[in-house]
């Protein structure tokens, strides 16, 4: 099964970027549906971004479109997401999820991912 390690958080002024990286290993990564979730303090886990196996698709959750982009580079098992005019509500805990086949119609809840990372966190600093 996949292991996946997240990196790239930090502490950032609002209107920063950051790039976090999702590191794979015990499985070829292109095996896998890919997305990036986050939880801030007591909240619950939302969706934030999906990216396909080919990475020929992508979604986003509105708060983030436009700003936001997931990328995979499957030759070196990574899935990236470049954050750009980070905003404080940005901040939490980001994870990265694999979701194996057989896939469902959906890719944003979180329940459809039994793999996940430890997460890294991302504040931003008003």
């Known amino acids: 099964q996949v292991q996946l390690v997240e990196s790239g958080g930090g502490l950032v002024q609002a209107g920063g970027s950051l790039r976090l990286s999702c590191a794979a290993s015990?499985?070829?990564?292109?095996?896998?549906?890919m997305a990036w979730f986050r939880q801030a303090p007591g909240k619950e886990r939302e969706f934030v971004a999906y990216?396909?196996?080919?990475?020929?698709?992508?979604d986003y959750t509105d708060s983030v479109k436009g700003r936001w982009t997931i990328s995979r580079d499957n030759a070196k098992n990574t899935v990236y997401l470049q954050m750009n005019s980070l905003k404080p509500e940005d901040t939490a805990v980001y994870y990265c999820?694999?979701?194996?086949?057989?896939?469902?119609?959906?890719?944003?809840?979180?329940?459809?991912?039994?793999?996940w990372g430890q997460g890294t966190q991302v504040t931003v600093s008003s």
């Open positions: 990216i396909s196996r080919s990475g020929g698709a992508t």
């Open positions: 015990g499985g070829p990564l292109s095996s896998y549906r």
């Open positions: 999820a694999a979701d194996p086949p057989p896939w469902s119609n959906y890719y944003s809840r979180d329940n459809l991912y039994p793999y």
